[in-house]
């Protein structure tokens, strides 16, 4: 499956709508006014900020309604609404696309509310904010990184959630994402003929990631740098492991060829 593929799977929607359901006023609330006056500084009753702050919500203006409830937590920071109010925010902030302020939001609401019966979704919020900027694997991996922990922080705490369940397949692609950034950089050195710091590469896939995708290139990478250094026995152990665990796998028959031709006393088998 793809990145994107996996990104758009169809659990996280119901999910995000079962939060959101969750954390919501169900409420209306007509107005023609325009965007700037919604997010003036007008003193209003907490019930008619939240309510507006929602219809900008249900209406797509998720930039504004995060204005919107951030300000009925400002005009109001005792009110029960205020603490709902951070946590629609975060969620507004999300739709919106600024994970930045989205994050920010989900751990200020952690921090003054870690025990409140919606701190799964919040874990699960940064996460998802961080999922969602993962770059190819030509790019620097610092918000890959930082999605592994998040999504790895709401699989530890709320592991019987329907948050927990989603975090777990978005994990495996998150290490595959990392395990391809360490095939990207291990050929990159190959094609330089750093052929030692490209074994060091692809034995971190093996070691760290070796439930993913990448297991069997890497195994045959091992086989290529470990006979480019004059090493056709742990060539030929890297070669074996290959044809034990993916024996009618592409990369072990190339393996297998390479090794009879490189170094025709071992055998690939």
């Known amino acids: 499956m793809t990145l994107e593929a996996l990104r758009r799977s169809p659990l996280r929607i119901p999910v995000l ?6 954390i919501a006023l169900t409420s209306g609330c007509g107005g023609g006014a325009k965007a700037k006056k919604d997010v003036a500084y007008v003193a209003r009753d907490v019930d008619t900020l939240y309510a507006a702050a ?11 309604a995060a204005a919107l ?4 937590e400002r005009q109001h920071p005792y009110s029960p609404w205020a603490r709902r109010a951070q946590l629609m925010s975060a969620f507004s902030y999300y739709v919106a696309r600024d994970y930045a302020k989205s994050v920010q939001a989900a751990q200020r609401f952690l921090s003054i509310h870690p025990g409140n019966k919606d701190a799964p979704y919040a874990y699960y919020l940064v996460a998802l904010c961080y999922y969602e900027q993962i770059s190819d694997v030509s790019r620097d991996q610092k918000i890959t990184q930082q999605a592994l922990q998040a999504m790895t922080e709401v699989v530890r705490r709320y592991p019987n959630t329907p948050y927990a369940t989603d975090a777990r397949l978005k994990l495996d692609l998150v290490n595959d994402h990392l395990a391809g950034k360490e ?3 291990g050929r990159f050195y190959q094609r330089s003929g750093k052929w030692l710091a490209g074994t060091l590469r692809f034995r971190t896939v093996i070691d760290k990631y070796q439930a993913t995708s990448h297991t069997p290139e890497a195994l045959y990478r091992l086989v290529e740098s470990y ?8 060539a030929q152990k890297a070669a074996a492991v290959l044809g034990s665990n993916f024996p009618g796998s592409e990369w072990y028959e190339r393996a ?4 009879n031709d490189k170094a025709p006393g071992t055998t690939a088998s």
Do not use: W
């Not at 709508?17 to 969750?22: D, I, M, Q, V």
């Not at 006979?227 to 742990?234: I, M, N, R, V, W």
């Open 17 to 22: 709508a079962a939060a959101t359901l969750a």
């Open 69 to 72: 409830f951030d300000e009925v």
């Open 183 to 185: 095939m990207d950089i």
């Open 54 to 64: 929602k219809d900008r919500l249900d209406r797509g203006d998720s930039k504004q």
């Open 227 to 234: 006979l480019a250094l004059g090493l056709p026995q742990e």
């Open 256 to 259: 297998f060829k390479l090794m």
